[in-house]
């Protein structure tokens, strides 16, 4: 739900983690990072896709920007 920074506005990425978290879901203090780094598996099958598959360009641009130590493109 918040893979893609860019295409969320920051009031659903808040409105999302307070209804997880208001109905008893629990996030440790590095979820951000947690999920990120376990995203990365669900990124990498994105290349298995054609290149010209939208989510093949959007996986490219989230790996290199978290490789290169961002959170966002």
């Given at each position: 739900?918040?893979?893609?920074?860019?295409?969320?506005?920051?009031?659903?990425?808040?409105?999302?983690?307070?209804?997880?978290?208001?109905?008893?879901?629990?996030?440790?203090?590095?979820?951000?990072?947690?999920?990120?780094?376990?995203?990365?598996?669900?990124?990498?099958d994105?290349?298995?896709?054609?290149?010209?598959?939208?989510?093949?360009?959007?996986?490219?641009?989230?790996?290199?920007?978290?490789?290169?130590?961002?959170?966002s493109p």
């Amino acid at each position: 739900m918040l893979r893609l920074p860019d295409e969320i506005t920051p009031a659903f990425a808040t409105g999302f983690t307070e209804g997880f978290t208001d109905a008893g879901g629990h996030l440790p203090g590095d979820w951000r990072q947690l999920s990120q780094a376990v995203d990365l598996f669900a990124l990498a099958d994105f290349l298995t896709r054609p290149p010209d598959n939208p989510f093949f360009g959007k996986a490219v641009t989230l790996m290199r920007a978290r490789s290169a130590g961002s959170c966002s493109p």
